[in-house]
């Protein structure tokens, strides 16, 4: 079936530094592809999606190109900050239907 | 963005008792809402979508009976575990859709429930 496969966390980094957190599915079609955001104490929020192959989504510095070739959906930023600690959850949509498959989320820890 | 409450946040019984947690989509109408389940280091899982004034649609392997659903309203959609047991623990998330001028991929979600059944 439809799936997604993300990083494990936790994941920390220093102030500033490069982020990629993986994310590869597996699905049977071409579904749409979504990064949400937790944020302590909140309910996830859509960070950033793409909907075809080659789009990329951005929001807040991070960015996300999807990959058909590879089946990726890799999430980046090139300077993190202590605000962007959370968990980070790559998920998809098939476009037959509104259920939304998620990864198992990729915790970040950002040290000032 | 729009907001999405669940009340309460956090709650604690005794195994037999039955809890009801709410959904309320605070500043749009939602059609649709859905109701997701998180165990600790794993994916949330979808354990059922329900549109205002018709039965849920359960997923495969989610007891109906066991994990019961309405939304009665467009604002309000309710879960309730009934006879809960210490295998229910778990944090239950909601989620709603629809109202807003936001493509089918926006759904909201509320800051989740947690569980523990003793």
């Known amino acids: 079936g439809d799936s997604v496969t993300q990083m494990e966390g936790p994941v920390t980094l220093s102030e500033e530094a490069f982020l990629t957190i993986n994310c590869t599915y597996t699905a049977t079609g071409y579904p749409s592809l979504f990064w949400y955001v937790q944020y302590p104490g909140e309910g996830l929020q859509l960070l950033l999606k793409a909907t075809k192959a080659d789009d990329k989504g951005s929001n807040k510095g991070f960015e996300a190109t999807y990959r058909k070739e590879t089946t990726s959906f890799h999430l980046e930023k090139g300077s993190v900050q202590v605000s962007d600690s959370a968990v980070y959850f790559c998920a998809l949509r098939m476009n037959r239907d509104d259920k939304i498959i998620f990864g198992k989320g990729t915790r970040l820890h950002i040290l000032p | 963005g729009a907001v999405v409450s669940q009340h309460p946040s956090r709650v604690i019984c005794k195994s037999g008792t039955s809890v009801k947690i709410e959904c309320r989509s605070l500043d749009f109408q939602a059609t649709t809402m859905f109701w997701y389940r998180q165990f600790p280091k794993k994916s949330l899982m979808l354990m059922a979508t329900s549109n205002e004034g018709s039965k849920a649609t359960y997923e495969q392997g989610v007891e109906k009976d066991k994990f019961l659903i309405n939304h009665a309203s467009l604002t309000l959609s309710t879960l309730t575990v009934t006879s809960a047991h210490p295998e229910d623990s778990s944090f239950y998330i909601c989620?709603?859709?629809?109202?807003?001028?936001?493509?089918?991929?926006?759904?909201?979600f509320g800051p989740g429930t947690r569980l523990l059944v003793l």
């Open positions: 989620s709603a859709r629809g109202g807003l001028a936001g493509s089918r991929e926006t759904q909201y």
